[in-house]
């Protein structure tokens, strides 16, 4: 399933987790803190893995707001299919 990763600033946290509870995939950033948010724990986890992340690590699994933080070039990946919005995941 495809799903678009949409981008949130740093008063939109409550939306990127809403998004991710309406089933998308959401990336936060405040700072230097970004996390992909989705409520799918196996999506997530390949999502993680597509775009190099290693160890996948996902911060509270399988609960509201269970998410991956994104460093360094996952990062820049993650941003880069934020930047059009017909991209999306696979």
């Known amino acids: 399933m495809d799903v678009p990763v949409k981008l949130f600033q740093k ?4 939306e990127s987790l809403d998004c991710a509870r309406d089933g998308g995939q959401a ?3 405040v700072g230097s803190i970004h996390r992909l948010f989705d409520d799918d724990t ?8 597509s775009l190099g992340v290693r160890p996948v690590i996902i911060s509270l699994a399988g609960k509201k707001g269970q ?9 820049v990946k993650a ?7 017909e991209m999306v995941l696979k």
């Open 42 to 49: 196996a999506r997530l986890a390949l999502t993680a893995k």
């Open 11 to 14: 008063r939109q946290l409550q």
């Open 67 to 75: 998410s991956i933080e994104l460093r360094g070039k996952p990062l």
């Open 27 to 29: 990336l936060w950033h």
């Open 79 to 85: 941003l880069a299919l934020c930047a059009t919005p």
